[in-house]
């Protein structure tokens, strides 16, 4: 009797243990777990060919990001569009988002990122190189995997607004003045201007091109002229957490999916890093990105969401 008393009472003890151990390691391998996850989704987008819409890689990847959203999302929400790209020709796109209700409610934030890569490659000099859709790892890639990392961590670690990860369609598409890139986030943002203004995100922010090996992240303008609080916000827990990428001068003014919010008043913020040589060549691949860059982003940005409380620090839900 005692001594079965005593075994009981050792293997209790050493459940306890057991737990504190786990948690222990938990904490431990926390970043790790995260930075491999994202690297492990670059790489099957990577493995999906280009993502140029209508391809087949384009379709695995929607297939891709509904599953994760069916896993860890509270809600998916696609947004089917039609875009006349000539005038004989109308492409289907969509955006996909996956919602995380959050523990407070307000306004949300949109996290987003454009899933689509380039159909040619703009910045190559010879036309057979040019005329190939891009494999895009980081410009479309990087972006993506972090979001991808988001809804992982979102269902674990519940931040206080809801949370939207929007995958941004045809950002990427036509060529620069033909009217056909940002068709996604455009399309967005014009149907938030039908919807009642309550429904309006509480802020946006894009990530594109965030996997470079040499990151560097400068303010963008126009994130700096409709977004000033947010960049400081994000930039001051960059410098807490040592994350030396962040530059806090500004350098670069950009047109990505964060500008049609920023037309409409709504602070948004592009975190971006440009100096990237391979822009829009056939050499935009996965040995150019780092898992390094996209987690210390991922791990800036989980740390900026979760501390924006609901209500009282902006006096707006
Ligand atoms: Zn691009």
Known sequence: MKSSFLKNLSILILGVCLVLVKTDTSEAIYGENYSQIIWGYLEKLCALGPRNPGSKG????????????????????????????????????VNLELQFKGTEGGAP????????TRPFADQEIE???????????????????????????????PVPRPIHLVFFDGEDYGTSGSGLNLLGSTHYA??????????????VLILDMIGDKDLQ?????????????????????????????????SKFTILDDHYPFYKMGIPATLLIDFDYPYWHTQEDTLDKCSSESMFSVFSVVTETISSFKSVLVSGRK
Not at 63 to 84: H, M, N, S
Not at 109 to 116: A, N, R, Y
Not at 132 to 156: C, K, Q
């Open 58 to 93: 384009y379709l695995k990847t929607i297939e891709l990001i509904r599953r994760v959203g069916e896993k860890y999302a509270d809600r998916v929400v696609e947004k089917p569009f039609l875009v006349q790209v000539s005038e004989k020709e109308k492409v289907r796109m």
């Open 109 to 116: 934030i949109i996290i987003g990122s454009h899933f689509d």
């Open 127 to 157: 036309l057979e190189k040019k005329n190939r859709p891009i494999l895009g790892a980081n410009d479309g890639g990087s972006g993506t995997a972090v979001l991808l990392g988001l809804a992982h961590f979102l269902s674990e670690h």
């Open 190 to 203: 014009q149907s938030l201007l039908k919807a009642d203004r309550r429904s309006w995100p509480y802020w």
């Open 217 to 249: 992240i400068f303010k963008e303008t126009y994130s700096l002229k409709g977004s000033g609080r947010f960049l400081d916000q994000i930039y001051s827990i960059a410098e807490k957490q040592k994350v030396s990428s962040f530059k806090p001068q």
